[in-house]
Protein backbone atom coordinates (compact mmCIF):
# COMPACT_ATOMS: atom_id res chain seq x y z
CA UNK A 1 0.00 0.00 0.00
CA UNK A 2 1.52 3.08 -1.25
CA UNK A 3 1.45 6.22 1.52
CA UNK A 4 2.72 8.74 -0.78
CA UNK A 5 2.16 8.89 -4.61
CA UNK A 6 3.75 10.65 -7.27
CA UNK A 7 1.25 9.83 -10.33
CA UNK A 8 3.50 11.44 -13.13
CA UNK A 9 6.76 9.86 -13.59
CA UNK A 10 8.09 12.66 -15.71
CA UNK A 11 7.30 15.78 -16.83
CA UNK A 12 8.85 17.80 -19.17
CA UNK A 13 8.97 22.00 -19.27
CA UNK A 14 10.53 24.91 -21.06
CA UNK A 15 12.95 27.31 -19.36
CA UNK A 16 11.38 29.73 -17.76
CA UNK A 17 8.25 28.23 -17.31
CA UNK A 18 6.53 26.85 -14.28
CA UNK A 19 6.99 23.56 -13.25
CA UNK A 20 4.07 22.06 -11.22
CA UNK A 21 5.12 18.47 -9.55
CA UNK A 22 2.65 17.10 -7.67
CA UNK A 23 1.96 14.31 -4.57
CA UNK A 24 -1.16 12.45 -2.97
CA UNK A 25 -0.49 10.78 0.91
CA UNK A 26 -3.03 8.44 2.25
CA UNK A 27 -1.99 8.75 5.63
CA UNK A 28 -3.91 11.25 7.67
CA UNK A 29 -1.12 11.13 10.94
CA UNK A 30 1.09 12.45 8.24
CA UNK A 31 2.09 16.33 9.27
CA UNK A 32 4.99 17.06 7.84
CA UNK A 33 6.40 16.78 3.81
CA UNK A 34 9.41 17.57 2.26
CA UNK A 35 10.48 17.77 -1.37
CA UNK A 36 14.38 15.86 -2.51
CA UNK A 37 15.95 16.38 -6.07
CA UNK A 38 18.42 14.34 -6.68
CA UNK A 39 20.71 13.98 -9.72
CA UNK A 40 22.20 10.85 -11.55
CA UNK A 41 25.33 9.25 -9.67
CA UNK A 42 24.26 11.36 -6.37
CA UNK A 43 22.28 11.11 -3.05
CA UNK A 44 19.44 13.30 -2.87
CA UNK A 45 19.29 16.45 -1.52
CA UNK A 46 16.58 18.39 0.88
CA UNK A 47 14.83 21.09 -1.09
CA UNK A 48 11.69 22.14 0.72
CA UNK A 49 9.63 21.16 3.77
CA UNK A 50 5.86 21.89 4.96
CA UNK A 51 3.99 21.46 8.14
CA UNK A 52 0.32 20.68 8.67
CA UNK A 53 -0.48 24.12 10.01
CA UNK A 54 0.70 25.76 7.12
CA UNK A 55 -0.72 25.95 3.74
CA UNK A 56 2.45 26.76 1.97
CA UNK A 57 6.10 27.35 2.24
CA UNK A 58 8.27 29.53 -0.14
CA UNK A 59 11.49 29.40 -0.67
CA UNK A 60 13.21 31.67 -3.59
CA UNK A 61 11.56 30.03 -6.94
CA UNK A 62 10.59 27.07 -4.54
CA UNK A 63 6.82 27.21 -3.37
CA UNK A 64 5.31 24.03 -1.74
CA UNK A 65 1.86 24.39 -1.56
CA UNK A 66 -0.09 21.74 1.31
CA UNK A 67 -4.38 21.03 1.10
CA UNK A 68 -4.78 18.85 4.04
CA UNK A 69 -8.56 18.40 3.03
CA UNK A 70 -7.65 16.44 -0.61
CA UNK A 71 -4.36 15.23 1.02
CA UNK A 72 -2.46 16.74 -1.84
CA UNK A 73 1.06 18.54 -1.93
CA UNK A 74 2.39 20.33 -4.89
CA UNK A 75 5.91 21.62 -5.84
CA UNK A 76 5.90 24.40 -7.87
CA UNK A 77 9.05 25.99 -9.51
CA UNK A 78 9.41 29.74 -11.08
CA UNK A 79 11.24 30.26 -13.56
CA UNK A 80 12.29 26.60 -14.02
CA UNK A 81 16.05 26.46 -14.98
CA UNK A 82 17.92 23.28 -17.39
CA UNK A 83 19.59 22.90 -13.76
CA UNK A 84 16.45 22.16 -12.08
CA UNK A 85 16.84 18.62 -14.48
CA UNK A 86 16.67 16.08 -11.52
CA UNK A 87 14.24 13.66 -10.36
CA UNK A 88 12.28 15.26 -7.68
CA UNK A 89 10.82 12.97 -4.37
CA UNK A 90 8.13 13.80 -2.17
CA UNK A 91 8.02 12.52 1.32
CA UNK A 92 6.17 12.57 4.57
CA UNK A 93 6.46 11.86 8.09
CA UNK A 94 4.20 11.75 11.12
CA UNK A 95 5.01 13.22 14.64
CA UNK A 96 5.04 10.81 17.79
CA UNK A 97 5.40 7.89 15.17
CA UNK A 98 8.51 6.44 13.70
CA UNK A 99 11.34 8.53 12.78
CA UNK A 100 11.34 7.33 9.29
CA UNK A 101 10.25 9.08 6.07
CA UNK A 102 8.57 7.97 3.38
CA UNK A 103 8.85 8.67 0.02
CA UNK A 104 7.38 8.77 -3.16
CA UNK A 105 8.38 6.91 -6.54
CA UNK A 106 9.50 10.40 -7.60
CA UNK A 107 9.16 12.40 -11.10
CA UNK A 108 11.46 12.96 -13.64
CA UNK A 109 11.37 16.87 -14.56
CA UNK A 110 13.29 18.17 -17.37
CA UNK A 111 13.56 21.45 -17.97
CA UNK A 112 14.16 22.20 -22.13
CA UNK A 113 16.34 25.46 -22.95
CA UNK B 1 27.21 21.02 6.90
CA UNK B 2 26.09 17.46 7.80
CA UNK B 3 27.91 14.95 6.09
CA UNK B 4 27.31 11.90 5.66
CA UNK B 5 30.03 9.26 3.90
CA UNK B 6 29.55 5.95 2.32
CA UNK B 7 33.02 4.07 2.02
CA UNK B 8 32.12 3.30 -1.28
CA UNK B 9 30.89 4.33 -4.56
CA UNK B 10 30.89 1.66 -6.73
CA UNK B 11 30.85 -2.28 -5.69
CA UNK B 12 30.54 -5.13 -7.84
CA UNK B 13 29.95 -8.65 -6.30
CA UNK B 14 29.85 -11.83 -6.81
CA UNK B 15 26.51 -13.99 -5.98
CA UNK B 16 26.54 -15.82 -2.41
CA UNK B 17 28.83 -12.75 -1.68
CA UNK B 18 28.64 -11.23 1.92
CA UNK B 19 28.58 -7.74 1.50
CA UNK B 20 29.41 -4.80 3.72
CA UNK B 21 28.22 -1.40 3.20
CA UNK B 22 29.60 1.42 5.57
CA UNK B 23 28.15 5.09 6.43
CA UNK B 24 29.90 7.75 8.88
CA UNK B 25 28.17 11.27 9.75
CA UNK B 26 29.79 13.83 11.31
CA UNK B 27 26.63 15.68 13.13
CA UNK B 28 26.16 13.38 16.42
CA UNK B 29 22.82 12.08 14.87
CA UNK B 30 20.82 9.54 16.48
CA UNK B 31 18.64 8.64 13.70
CA UNK B 32 20.24 6.38 10.54
CA UNK B 33 18.39 5.00 7.62
CA UNK B 34 19.51 2.82 4.68
CA UNK B 35 17.55 2.72 1.46
CA UNK B 36 17.36 1.43 -1.63
CA UNK B 37 16.51 3.33 -5.03
CA UNK B 38 15.65 1.18 -8.05
CA UNK B 39 13.81 2.99 -11.41
CA UNK B 40 9.90 3.00 -10.89
CA UNK B 41 10.34 2.07 -7.30
CA UNK B 42 11.53 5.33 -5.54
CA UNK B 43 13.33 4.80 -2.11
CA UNK B 44 12.64 2.43 -0.25
CA UNK B 45 13.38 2.05 3.10
CA UNK B 46 15.86 -1.38 4.29
CA UNK B 47 16.33 -0.62 7.58
CA UNK B 48 16.81 2.16 10.28
CA UNK B 49 18.19 2.88 13.86
CA UNK B 50 17.22 5.17 16.12
CA UNK B 51 20.16 5.03 18.30
CA UNK B 52 23.51 2.85 18.95
CA UNK B 53 23.32 -0.94 18.89
CA UNK B 54 19.05 -0.19 18.32
CA UNK B 55 17.64 -1.26 14.98
CA UNK B 56 14.29 -1.35 13.48
CA UNK B 57 13.13 -3.43 9.89
CA UNK B 58 12.19 -1.09 7.09
CA UNK B 59 9.42 -2.30 4.24
CA UNK B 60 11.55 -4.38 2.71
CA UNK B 61 14.40 -5.64 5.04
CA UNK B 62 14.86 -9.84 3.70
CA UNK B 63 18.18 -10.37 2.79
CA UNK B 64 19.83 -7.86 5.07
CA UNK B 65 20.99 -6.87 8.24
CA UNK B 66 22.48 -3.98 9.96
CA UNK B 67 25.06 -2.97 12.63
CA UNK B 68 25.39 0.22 14.27
CA UNK B 69 28.15 -0.38 17.10
CA UNK B 70 29.05 3.59 17.41
CA UNK B 71 26.57 6.53 17.10
CA UNK B 72 28.51 7.69 14.12
CA UNK B 73 29.03 4.46 11.73
CA UNK B 74 26.03 2.19 10.53
CA UNK B 75 26.35 -0.92 8.24
CA UNK B 76 24.34 -2.66 6.13
CA UNK B 77 24.88 -6.00 5.71
CA UNK B 78 24.34 -8.27 2.66
CA UNK B 79 24.56 -11.57 3.97
CA UNK B 80 24.42 -13.44 0.81
CA UNK B 81 24.43 -11.39 -2.57
CA UNK B 82 21.80 -12.06 -4.83
CA UNK B 83 21.49 -10.42 -8.27
CA UNK B 84 18.28 -8.51 -6.82
CA UNK B 85 20.18 -6.75 -4.69
CA UNK B 86 21.30 -4.77 -7.44
CA UNK B 87 20.54 -1.42 -6.61
CA UNK B 88 22.05 1.95 -5.83
CA UNK B 89 22.61 2.14 -1.39
CA UNK B 90 21.91 5.68 0.21
CA UNK B 91 22.26 6.38 3.36
CA UNK B 92 21.07 8.94 5.48
CA UNK B 93 21.08 10.48 9.03
CA UNK B 94 18.29 12.99 11.28
CA UNK B 95 18.40 14.21 14.92
CA UNK B 96 16.28 12.68 17.23
CA UNK B 97 13.53 15.00 16.92
CA UNK B 98 11.65 15.28 13.88
CA UNK B 99 10.65 18.87 14.11
CA UNK B 100 10.32 21.05 10.74
CA UNK B 101 14.09 21.75 10.21
CA UNK B 102 15.23 18.35 10.69
CA UNK B 103 14.93 16.57 6.81
CA UNK B 104 17.31 13.64 6.01
CA UNK B 105 20.43 14.29 4.91
CA UNK B 106 21.93 11.56 2.45
CA UNK B 107 25.34 10.40 1.40
CA UNK B 108 26.20 9.80 -2.10
CA UNK B 109 25.15 6.49 -2.82
CA UNK B 110 26.79 2.97 -3.43
CA UNK B 111 26.09 1.33 -6.44
CA UNK B 112 26.60 -1.84 -5.54
CA UNK B 113 26.13 -4.52 -8.90
CA UNK B 114 25.95 -8.31 -7.96
CA UNK B 115 26.87 -10.22 -11.47
Known sequence: ???VKQNSP???VQEGRISILNCDYTNSMFDYFLWYKKYPAEGPTFLISISSIKDKNEDGRFTVFLNKSAKHLSLHIVPS???DSAVYFCAASA????EKLVFGKGT???VNP | DVKVTQSSRYLVKRTGEKVFLECVQDMDHENM???RQDPGLGLRLIYFSYDVKMKEKGDIPEGYSVSREKKERFSLILESASTNQTSMYLCASRGRQPSYNSPLHFGNGTRLTVT
Open chain 1, 1 to 3: DQQ
Open chain 1, 10 to 12: SLS
Open chain 1, 81 to 83: QPG
Open chain 2, 33 to 35: FWY
Open chain 1, 95 to 98: QGGS
Open chain 1, 108 to 110: KLT
